[in-house]
């Protein structure tokens, strides 16, 4: 069910066209999803007040709706371990077309995995599970079903990955918690159906799992064109 907070962070994207990492994420914490504690910083004080709350070593990714894909502009720095380096990073965004600010995030770690969703022509909306990062369409190792998912198909989906003893736990490795990312699939799901008419694609990659639960580490939502 589509919330009046969750309606106007799409509205206010529609001009961009997609939804920015900072409220893509807030609108998967609205609908109970774990995400990384962050800070949308505008200026550097407030990014040094948050990462010295919070604690060093943080992320820093910039915002802009001119950059999709951050990484590929050098928008992404990880393991930010003082003020000036945090600074460095804060005033090397500031000259990238479009700087919106600075989103400042507390470190996670995990297994790294993606979810996404896309609207299909013929079949409506389709919902992915697969091997995630940066090696994503390296691997090429993922699983897809059609959305809504039922409880029933997210176990097929986790072991249907060519990978899928990562999982498990691999040569002594600490298993990863099943039941958040059970979590996590459904309630995505459940989003997607509410969004269906909303949207082109869905990326939550990677997501970041450990025995305890699964956090969201990075999401963008793409609109359709006639979205309002």
């Known amino acids: 069910m589509l919330t009046q907070e969750i309606s106007d962070i799409l509205s206010s994207s529609a001009d961009a066209g997609w939804v920015m990492e900072p409220e893509a994420k807030r609108l998967f914490a609205m609908s109970g999803l774990e995400i990384p504690k962050y800070k949308w910083a505008l200026r550097v004080d407030e990014a040094i007040a948050f990462a010295r709350e919070t604690g060093y070593p943080v992320v820093a990714k910039i915002v802009s709706p001119k950059v999709i894909h951050k990484s590929e502009h050098g928008g992404v720095v990880v393991g930010i371990r003082t003020d000036e380096a945090l600074r460095s990073a ?127 580490a990075d999401a963008r939502i793409m609109l359709r064109k006639s979205s309002p």
């Open 90 to 216: 804060f005033e090397k965004f500031r000259m990238v077309e479009g700087f919106a600010g600075m989103l400042v995030e507390e470190m996670v770690s995990g297994l790294e995995l993606i979810v996404g969703a896309k609207m299909d022509e013929q079949f409506g909306p389709v919902i992915l599970l697969g091997m995630g990062g940066t090696g994503v369409e390296i691997y090429k190792d993922a699983t897809i079903r059609m959305a809504p998912l039922r409880e029933q198909d997210v176990d097929p989906m986790m072991k249907g990955l060519q990978a899928h003893e990562l999982l498990e736990g691999y040569r002594g490795s600490d298993p990863i918690n099943a039941a958040s990312l059970r979590h996590l699939l459904l309630t995505f799901s459940r989003i997607v159906m509410d969004l269906q008419d909303l949207f082109e694609s869905i990326d939550l990659n990677p997501i970041k799992c450990t025995a305890v639960k699964c956090v969201i």
